[in-house]
């Protein structure tokens, strides 16, 4: 998961984005991923990269 790079809404965050790792998730489920900081539901990622590559995006 270290090759896979995600960005979501954050509120409060700058421009309310966060980026991270995906050997930072700890665990997933049905609706939302779990970090050391917090539970994100998917409907707040707006962007996935792979090795470099963006293989979602979806607008704001």
Same mark, same amino acid.
């Given at each position: 998961?270290? =090759?896979? &790079?995600?960005? *979501? &809404?954050?509120?409060?965050? /700058? ?20 970090? =050391?900081? =917090?539970? &994100? /539901? *998917? ?6 990269? *792979? ?10």
């Amino acid at each position: 998961m270290a =090759s896979v &790079v995600i960005h *979501y &809404v954050h509120r409060g965050a /700058p421009q309310d984005t966060k980026i991270i790792s995906g050997k930072d998730i700890m665990e997933t489920d049905a609706s939302f991923f779990t970090t =050391s900081e =917090s539970s &994100v /539901p *998917y409907h707040r990622i707006f962007k996935i990269e *792979y090795l470099g590559r963006v293989i979602f995006e979806r607008g704001r």
